[in-house]
């Protein structure tokens, strides 16, 4: 994911036992939105609020949906079928986590960067 630019690092691993049982009177929770989880390590999980953030790997068109991948310094079509199902079911595991609600956080783009500006971002999303 190329979310560094809004703080978001999921390199890190976070102590899964205090990120997700610990309460506001530890840092290590997941209260305190210090660190995210992936979709590996909330599969099977059920959580009261979930925050999924949108990355451009995943993009709606007219023609239904397109999977990208970042590879050394620009995004790449993801072309093998399988791989693709597979990345879709990511987002989709990520979406069912939530018991109580979700927030879902669609970054605006970064002009002028490798990372794909703003344009593929700004069209319509229909989730």
Request: aromatic letters at 10%; charged letters at 30%; hydrophobic letters at 35%.
């Amino acid at each position: 994911m190329k979310a560094r630019p809004l703080s978001i690092d999921v390199r890190v691993n976070p102590d899964t036992v205090h990120w997700f049982l610990d309460d506001e009177n530890d840092i290590r929770s997941s209260v305190f939105l210090e660190d995210v989880c992936t979709e590996f390590q909330v599969q099977g999980l059920e959580l009261d609020w979930v925050c999924l953030v949108w990355d451009a790997d995943l993009r709606y068109s007219e023609d239904g949906w397109v999977h990208k991948e970042f590879k050394s310094s620009k995004w790449n079509n993801m072309k093998d079928p399988k791989r693709q199902n597979y990345h879709l079911n990511a987002y989709r595991v990520l979406m069912t986590r939530a018991r109580q609600g979700m927030v879902i956080c669609v970054p605006e783009g970064i002009p002028r960067t490798i990372r794909g500006g703003r344009s593929f971002m700004t069209g319509r999303m229909r989730i």
